[in-house]
């Protein structure tokens, strides 16, 4: 079955540490996404990507770090220079045709110890 | 830029119609999207408009004023099922970066 897949679903971070989240997706799509929400907000961009080897900053992009090496993956990484980096993580994918909606995995929910 | 705007919560009664409001700023745009999301799940797609008018999908319709810059969901026959956050989405410029407003929480009652 075609889908967009992060893991892992849980994640501890402890100070000063960088952690790697990951997203791949089957579906052959274009574009992808980075969010984090917050309890009880909405969904915040933090990097997004049309094509491999190009991303492009959302609105909140500092202390995190994307890469987009091949079009099925879309790796985030939260650095030590992300003071606050404990939320709910969500990666998205679509065709870049104006018109596709997102697809959406089942999260990733970063915590500090 | 995307600023959108929705109500933070709202409360309808079990069999009665909801209208959820949007408002965004039109700089760049090219189509707006509705989602549902159950909390401490993904959002899932509802509807999407990119010209004036009404789209109506079963029992949800989502409207769109792109010169007003507005855009409304319309759930009726209300379930409880439907107790969700909705979320409005913009998508604007040439790479396609699609911003998400802070969501509409809808607790339905009996």
């Known amino acids: 079955d075609g889908g967009i897949t992060q893991s892992p679903k849980y994640l501890f971070r402890k100070e000063g540490q960088n952690v790697t989240l990951s997203c791949e997706q089957n579906?052959?799509?274009?574009?992808m996404y980075w969010y984090r929400q917050d309890p009880g907000q909405g969904l915040r961009l933090i990097y997004y990507?049309?094509?491999?080897?190009?991303?492009q900053k959302g609105d909140i992009a500092e202390g995190y770090s994307v890469s987009r090496e091949k079009k099925e993956s879309f790796p985030l990484t939260v650095t030590s220079a992300q003071k606050n980096p404990t939320a709910f993580y969500l990666c998205?994918?679509?065709?870049?045709?104006?018109?596709?909606?997102?697809?959406f995995g089942d999260g990733t929910r970063l915590s500090i110890l | 830029g995307q600023n959108i705007d929705q109500p933070t919560e709202m409360t309808a009664t079990e069999g009665a119609i909801v209208q959820i409001n949007c408002t965004y700023q039109?700089?760049?745009?090219?189509?707006l999207f509705w989602y549902q999301q159950h909390a401490g799940e993904a959002p899932t797609f509802l509807s999407y408009?990119?010209?004036?008018g009404l789209e109506e999908k079963g029992r949800f319709s989502s409207f769109l004023s792109r010169s007003k810059g507005y855009s409304y969901l319309l759930l009726k026959e209300l379930q409880m099922k439907d107790s969700a956050s909705y979320l409005c989405?913009?998508?604007?410029?040439?790479?396609?970066?699609?911003?998400f407003g802070t969501g509409t929480k809808l607790q339905v009652i009996p």
């Open positions: 998205a994918s679509r065709f870049s045709s104006s018109n596709q909606p997102q697809h």
């Open positions: 579906l052959n799509h274009d574009a």
């Open positions: 990507s049309q094509i491999v080897n190009d991303f």
């Open positions: 039109t700089s760049g745009f090219n189509g």
């Open positions: 408009n990119v010209l004036d």
């Open positions: 989405a913009g998508s604007s410029g040439g790479y396609q970066k699609v911003t």
